[in-house]
C-alpha cells in the first residue's frame, strides 16, 4: 500500500496567553503521527513564564530552538530535583511519567521542540500531560476533601493549596524571581548539544556537518528508546540519500533555513518531494530512505529517531550496497554494461554523506 507523508507546520493550539503557548501537530493534518505512533510539539515561553510541574505520557527529547531555559525534573518516588540550565542547541530526554517544570528566566523568548514516541499515549499520535496545580490539575480534580485528608489538612488550609494557583498550564512569574541554581554535573548525563560543530561526527568542508545522540553521548536514552540527528548544510549542499536498517521512525524539524526534501519507500517514486523551510515537520516511515538539499541560504534540521542506537545505513559511498556488491551482480542488478558498473562503482569508492554544492 502506497505511503504518503506531508510537510506540515504545528496547526493545533493547546495553550495560548501573556506567558506563552503550547502548540502540536495534529493526527487530522499528519495521520502518519497516530499510524506510526510519534508525536511533535512546540512549547513558548515569554521572559519569566513558567510550565507548572506536569508529567507526560511519552517518551519524547525536548530541543532548545531558542533562548536559555532552566528546567527542574523529579523521577518517579525520587526525592531529588535535578536542575538544568540549557540553551539553544540542547537536547533533554524527558521519560513518560518524570515530573518537569520548565522556566524562562532570560529577557528573550524561549522555544522548545517536542519530539518522541507516543506508542503509550493515552492517544496515539498526541502528547497528554498532567499537571499537578492549578485548574487543570490533580489536586484539583482530587478536590479538598481528599486533599485534606491525604496531608492532614484543614478545610483552610487544604482550600488554600488546591485553589490558590488559577493559571492553568503556563503562568507568568515575577520579574526577580530566583529559580534554583542549576545541579552539578547533569551534561552528558541528562543532557547534551547536538549543534556544536566541533563535536560533529561528520563534517565535510564546504557541505556540513552531521551531530547524533544517541544512548553513548546520554546513556539515559536507552531507557527510553530514542536518539536525535542534527544535520546542517551549506548553501546548495545535499545530504545522500539513506535509511535507517532497523525499522524505526524518524521525525523530522526544519530549525532553520530552507531547502527540497525526498523520501522514497518501495514503491518507486516519492511518498514526498517538497519544499521546507523554518518550522515545518515531516515523518520519514520505518525504512524508507531520504534526502535533501539545502536552498542558497543552507538548512539545519533536528530529528528524532525511535531507537536509543539506530542502524544508520548510506545508500552511496563506499559503505553503499552499490560499492559492496561484486561487479557482475551490480551490472545484473543494474542491467549495464562493465564499463558503466565499473564507472558506477568508482563514484562509490570514498565517503558520500554530505555533498558540497557544486563549484
Not at 503521527?33 to 511533535?40: C, E
Not at 520519514?284 to 533536528?302: R, Y
Not at 550496497?321 to 568508482?346: D, G, H, I, R
Amino acid at each position: 500500500m502506497e505511503t504518503k507523508t506531508v510537510v506540515e507546520k504545528a496547526d493545533k493550539t493547546l495553550f495560548e496567553g501573556d506567558s506563552g503557548g503550547l502548540y502540536a501537530w495534529s493526527k487530522s493534518k499528519m495521520p502518519l503521527l497516530s499510524d506510526l505512533k510519534v508525536g511533535a510539539g512546540k512549547l513558548l515561553l515569554h521572559p519569566f513564564g513558567f510550565a507548572l510541574p506536569h508529567y507526560g505520557d511519552s517518551n519524547k527529547i525536548c530541543f532548545v530552538l531558542e533562548g536559555t531555559i532552566t528546567v527542574g525534573l523529579v523521577t518517579p518516588n525520587s526525592p531529588e530535583e535535578k536542575v538544568l540550565l540549557i540553551k539553544k542547541g540542547d537536547a533533554v530526554p524527558v521519560s513518560m511519567g518524570v515530573v518537569s517544570w520548565w522556566f524562562n528566566g532570560g529577557d528573550s523568548d524561549a522555544v522548545i521542540l517536542l519530539l518522541g514516541c507516543s506508542s503509550k499515549s493515552l492517544v496515539p499520535g498526541q502528547f497528554t500531560y498532567f499537571f499537578g496545580v492549578g485548574p487543570l490539575g490533580l489536586l484539583a480534580g482530587f478536590q479538598s476533601d481528599f486533599v485534606g485528608k491525604t496531608f492532614g489538612l484543614d478545610q483552610k488550609e487544604s482550600d488554600n493549596i488546591v485553589n490558590s494557583q488559577q493559571g492553568a498550564l503556563l503562568v507568568q512569574l515575577d520579574q526577580g524571581i530566583k529559580f534554583p541554581a542549576p545541579s552539578d554535573h547533569t551534561k552528558g548525563k541528562l543532557y547534551a548539544n547536538v549543534e556544536d560543530p566541533s563535536d560533529a561526527a561528520v563534517v565535510v568542508k564546504g557541505g556540513g556537518y552531521i551531530n547524533y545522540l544517541t544512548e553513548k553521548q546520554v546513556p539515559m536514552l536507552s531507557e527510553i528508546g530514542l536518539s536525535a540527528k542534527f544535520l546542517k548544510l551549506e548553501g546548495n549542499a545535499m545530504s545522500a540519500p539513506d535509511y535507517v536498517a532497523d525499522g524505526s521512525v524518524a521525525i523530522c524539524y526544519i530549525a532553520k533555513g530552507s531547502g527540497r526534501v525526498k523520501v522514497v519507500g518501495s514503491e518507486g517514486k516519492p511518498a514526498l518531494d517538497s519544499k521546507v523551510e523554518e518550522g515545518d515537520l515531516f515523518i520519514v516511515p520505518q525504512f524508507f530512505a531520504t534526502s535533501g538539499i539545502a536552498d542558497d541560504c543552507g538548512v539545519e534540521l533536528f530529528a528524532v529517531i525511535t531507537s536509543s542506537k539506530p542502524v544508520l545505513r548510506q545508500l552511496a559511498g563506499n559503505t553503499s550496497l552499490w560499492n559492496a556488491l561484486s561487479p557482475v551482480v551490480l551490472q545484473a542488478a543494474l542491467n549495464v554494461t562493465p564499463e558503466t558498473e565499473q564507472l558506477f562503482k568508482s563514484k562509490n569508492s570514498e565517503s558520500i554523506i554530505i555533498v558540497p554544492p557544486s563549484t
